[in-house]
């Protein structure tokens, strides 16, 4: 058993040397392969990155809107419609006990008149009210809640703990809006994450597809490759390098192509952002998300390119 | 060196292309394989190179009991084997002078090497000025010499040749034998299928004869 092993394989140190010419001639052969088939290469390349930038547009988009969302629910407000018989002269003592709650930020009174005068100058409804003649608005006070973010629940439990209070007869939020933005992200996380999963899978066909025709062109090469005594290692490298280029390449592309879509719509972000009274800016990849992209493109094709050689290497041998 | 006992391949349609062969033949012997057109021949060296696995039977190279060799030692195993193709298994996409670096890049040689080994095998063949030839350019004899060359450029301690002169003419089939001759001298196993009677019993080497997958004779000892 020793002296069969010690007959066939070569010694470490060669066998190592070996290794490292091998890996440095996949690498360099696989990429002249894609600088030969420009037009098939450049079609494959562009079929990935569109795969690859579709997930990565929908993660970014996600990404923003979870930055700006607290800003959103911060400058949300609460009206606490008061009883009837709370008198005007009340109001700022209960709207500065209200502002001593740690999760109110301010508490602005609003007398039945200046709510009336609000409503006549904002409602368009002002003809009408003088036909009722007297004022059927209540007193009210309007909370800006203090939330380190902006999430739903807290802001629910500042609503109830307001609505029992024996003053109040009804909090409302205006906050339906931002409850309906919670959700249409937890939907867009879900889609993004579909969608990743399955564009993925493509990504991993599409790499997959293209080996597979490349082992089946060079079915020939492979069968004399094992006739002179090649490695399945080294017959697989080129290919997996081949893999691996795809993916790296397609990856770069999407970078290039979420970039330039995000500066397109940076502009008209700014614009809208600022009829809000609001600063944002549309943030980008990032640094570390471009290298995850590349990362994950890379492994895409690696691994893409790994399942097909493997399967069909089987099949190919020597006759 | 080369080593058959009660050898039998039947491929998978049922036909028996070998019968229950013995066969040895020492280090650094040469031998010549005859028979006629579907007799074995090239099923016998597929056997010795584990192109083919046999049905029945044991068979050694070098040493190893090519039985208990894994999948994962098979490259390693061809590796001290040349091997000379009926129909020369030349890739077309390259250069002669690549075609014949092939089993030095997959050992992974050094370029400097490479280049070294390969124009001292193409010499011998007498194809040294073709060596930036595609191989569709050249002759059908060109062709064989270059397998030649590739089958012998890293210098493999067995050579098999599936008629390696079914091309060439008298005059190219007698130095390609000869070629065999000389690297038998430096002490390589050869074993050559040849139809060519006229020319190998010239040679003063035995031959093994087959028919119909059987071993008939033995004209001289190896
Ligand atoms: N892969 C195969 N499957 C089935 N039968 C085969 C296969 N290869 C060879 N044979 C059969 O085995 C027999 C021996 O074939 P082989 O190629 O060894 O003959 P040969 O002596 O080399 O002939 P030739 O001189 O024509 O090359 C033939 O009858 C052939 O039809
Ligand atoms: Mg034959």
């Known amino acids: ?319 | 060196m080369i080593l058959l006992r009660n050898v039998t391949k039947r491929y998978p349609n049922g036909h028996e292309a070998l019968s229950r062969i013995n066969l040895s033949l020492d280090r650094g012997a040469m031998a010549f394989l005859t028979g006629h057109s579907g007799a074995g021949k090239s099923t016998l060296l597929k056997l010795i190179s584990l192109i083919e696995r046999p049905s029945r039977g044991q068979i050694v190279v070098n040493g190893q009991n090519l039985e208990s060799l894994s999948g994962r030692q098979v490259p390693y195993f061809r590796r001290q084997i040349g091997i000379i193709f009926q129909d020369h298994h030349l890739l077309h996409d390259r250069s002669v002078f690549d075609n014949v670096a092939l089993p030095l890049v997959i050992q992974g040689y050094r370029q400097p090497e490479i280049a070294r080994r390969v124009r001292a095998a193409l010499d011998k063949v007498g194809l040294l000025h073709k060596e930036n030839a595609e191989p569709v350019t050249l002759s059908t004899g060109e062709q064989q010499r270059v397998g030649i060359a590739r089958a012998v450029v890293h210098k493999p301690a067995i050579l098999l040749a599936d008629e390696p002169t079914g091309n060439l003419d008298p005059h190219l089939s007698r130095e390609i034998m000869q070629l065999f001759l000389r690297f038998n001298q430096v002490g390589t196993t050869v074993l050559v299928a040849s139809h060519d009677l006229n020319l190998i019993s010239s040679l003063g080497k035995p031959m093994v004869h087959l028919n119909e997958g059987r071993l008939q004779r033995r004209e001289a000892e190896a």
């Not at chain 1, 009408?128 to 629940?153: F, K, R, Y």
Request: proline letters at 5%; hydrophobic letters at 50%; aromatic letters at 6%.
């Open chain 1, 1 to 319: 058993m020793k002296r069969r092993r010690a007959l066939t394989l070569p010694p470490v140190h060669a066998r190592f040397q070996a290794y490292g010419i091998n890996h440095l001639r996949a690498l360099v052969f696989s990429l002249g392969k894609l600088y030969r088939a420009p037009f098939s290469s450049a079609l494959t390349l562009l079929v990935i990155a569109v795969a690859l930038t579709l997930p990565t547009l929908f993660h970014v988009v996600l990404n923003n809107l979870q930055q700006v969302s607290p800003q959103w629910s911060q400058t949300a407000q609460i009206s606490v419609f008061l009883q009837d018989s709370v008198a005007d002269e009340q109001l700022p003592a209960l709207a500065t006990r209200l502002a001593q709650r740690p999760d109110v930020a301010v508490a602005l009174p609003v007398t039945r008149a200046e709510a009336l005068e609000e409503f006549r100058a904002h409602s368009g409804f002002a003809e009408a009210l003088d036909t009722l003649g007297e004022n059927p608005l209540p007193p009210l006070i309007l909370v800006t809640p203090a939330l380190e973010h902006g999430s739903t629940t807290t802001l629910e439990g500042l609503v109830n703990a307001l609505n029992n209070m024996p003053e109040v007869s009804r909090a409302l939020m205006d906050l339906q809006w931002v409850q309906r933005l919670f959700s249409i992200m937890e939907m867009l996380q879900r889609a993004t994450l579909v969608l990743s999963l399955l564009l993925g899978l493509g990504v991993l066909l599409v790499v997959g597809n293209t080996i597979r025709l490349d082992v089946q062109n060079r079915r020939e090469e492979i069968e004399v490759a094992k006739l002179v005594g090649a490695t399945d290692a080294f017959i697989r490298r080129p290919f997996l390098y081949g893999g691996l280029w795809l993916g790296l390449g397609g990856a770069m592309l999407a970078v290039v192509i979420v970039t330039i879509t995000i500066l397109l719509l940076s502009g008209p972000v700014q614009a809208l952002s600022q009829l809000y009274g609001g600063e944002w800016r549309l943030g980008g990849l990032g640094f570390q998300g471009t290298l995850a992209l590349l990362g994950l493109g890379a492994l895409l094709g690696l691994a893409g390119s790994w399942i097909t050689v493997n399967q069909h290497l089987r099949h190919i041998e020597p006759r």
